[in-house]
């Protein structure tokens, strides 16, 4: 099997795009799954 | 007499060096307790695979392969070319997982989310050297998620590329060795007394009807938004509803000893069908291996800087220890006892376990989100 190594220093930059979009979903789907939890707690916990 | 050393004459050099990291890997389980039930497989398996014509892997007819039918390639085919064992190792994680330490302090979660820059970060790195998808499973080791290692790389570049092999040894081998890359990273980031804080803990009770509906919405919302990490999310999060359900006690049991057990024992000597001498030994693995501790540097730092900026907006005596932010790579529970015993030796009376093990857990959930990010982006 032969693979090939490249230097392509400008790749860095075009992927940034990635960076941010996939830093940017986590961070929504985390803050979604915080709400959830937040409402599942106030809901089925038990009142005083 | 000549079959007792015609073999030995066909070793190579090479074989000889994985024999080496095979023992490696089995002293550092063995004599520093890091990850055994990972390093000592991979650590035998390599020794296997690294033996002339090795009937581990299959026959052999005047030194060519002719049928991959040996043992570790037939469990290679049967679980790991498909993602079928990792995925059955997520139903015993997620059982063993107890998830009321995030859910009664739901805001943790936002540290393990933080704690998967390092994924990104080295996906931006690695695309210097390597093409976009091979970019992206190597950012994945970031993920310090074994099963989330194997099925992104699978899924990206196929069981059969040159790199998938390194990739999953750095993610297994990197895991065992959060002990020792974590401190300096945390000593490096934070001062004296950021480590001194101290996170009160109060006890806040989490109703069954969370535990059991949280991992159901879970998975549909992973799902919804990342269908390409269903198997992932959802195999997880059966798990857990397994332990949380209450009905099924002798199966949860069974998924967090007996399954966790097995299959660890098949992924371990199995991954190391990829550490065949010809296939690891390249100089492309090396950058791999360093751009896999690179990915775990930028999770822990992303974790640590993450706390000290939500710092910058809370008042005195409300402050966050920034150290838990580190634990919010996924490697459970070892991150956050290692945040949990450096809070101890800076202020013996100051117990950050329960904030670090929320943290590490919600890292779990968020390493493998980060997974379904990086499938949706390239799959």
């Not at chain 1, 220093?9 to 941010?20: A, C, Q, R």
């Not at chain 2, 269903?230 to 509803?241: H, I």
């Not at chain 2, 099924?248 to 998924?255: C, D, F, R, V």
């Not at chain 2, 371990?268 to 390249?282: H, N, P, V, Y």
Request: hydrophobic share 55%.
């Amino acid at each position: 099997m032969s693979f090939d190594m490249s230097f392509v220093p400008e790749n860095f930059v075009h992927s940034l795009e990635y960076m941010g979009k996939g830093m940017l979903g986590i961070f929504i789907v985390i803050l979604v799954i915080v709400g959830i939890t937040g409402a599942l707690n106030k809901f089925t916990g038990k009142k005083k | 007499m000549e079959f007792l050393y015609e073999n030995l004459l066909c070793l190579t050099w090479q074989q000889v060096v994985m024999w080496l990291v095979g023992g490696l890997l089995i002293y550092l389980a063995i004599k520093h307790d890091m990850e055994p039930t990972l390093l000592l497989p991979m650590g035998f398996g390599a020794i296997l695979v690294n033996l002339p014509f090795s009937g581990a892997i299959g026959e052999y007819v005047d030194g060519v392969l002719v049928e991959a039918n040996g043992p570790l390639s037939t469990l290679f085919n049967a679980g790991i070319s498909n993602e079928l064992f990792p995925l059955l190792l997520f139903i015993g994680i997620g059982a063993m997982i107890d998830f009321s330490p995030v859910l009664s302090n739901p805001k943790l979660m936002i540290f393990g989310a933080a704690a998967q820059f390092g994924i990104f970060f080295t996906l931006c790195v690695a695309s210097i050297f390597f093409d976009i998808k091979e970019a992206a499973s190597i950012g994945i080791i970031g993920a310090a998620d074994g099963p989330t290692a194997i099925v992104v790389a699978n899924k990206l570049l196929g069981f059969d590329s040159p790199i998938t092999g390194a990739i999953m040894v750095a993610a297994y081998s990197y895991m065992a060795l959060v002990p020792i890359i974590q401190p300096p990273v945390i000593r490096l980031l934070t001062t004296k007394s950021e480590r001194r804080i101290k996170m009160a803990y109060s006890e806040k009770p989490v109703s069954r009807t969370t535990k059991i509906l949280f991992p159901i919405i879970i998975t549909i919302v992973a799902g919804l938004v990342a269908p390409a990490s269903v198997a992932l999310v959802g195999f997880l999060m059966f798990g857990n509803l397994i332990r949380e359900c209450g009905v099924l006690n002798s199966l949860s049991e069974t998924a967090q000893k007996v399954l966790a057990n097995l299959i660890t024992i098949f992924l371990g000597i199995t991954i190391a069908c990829q550490m065949e001498a010809d296939k690891f030994l390249r100089p492309q693995t090396l950058l791999i291996l360093g751009l896999g501790l690179f990915a775990f540097i930028f999770d822990t730092a992303g974790g640590v800087l993450f706390a000290k900026l939500i710092n910058l907006f809370l008042p005195k005596g409300k402050k966050i220890n920034p150290m838990i932010g580190a634990a919010g790579i996924s490697a459970f529970p070892m991150s956050g006892r290692v945040v949990h015993k450096m809070g101890l030796k800076e202020d013996s009376s100051n117990f950050l376990l329960m904030h670090s093990i929320g943290v590490n857990v919600s890292g779990q959930i968020a390493s493998v989100i980060a997974g379904g990010m990086i499938l949706a982006f390239f799959a």
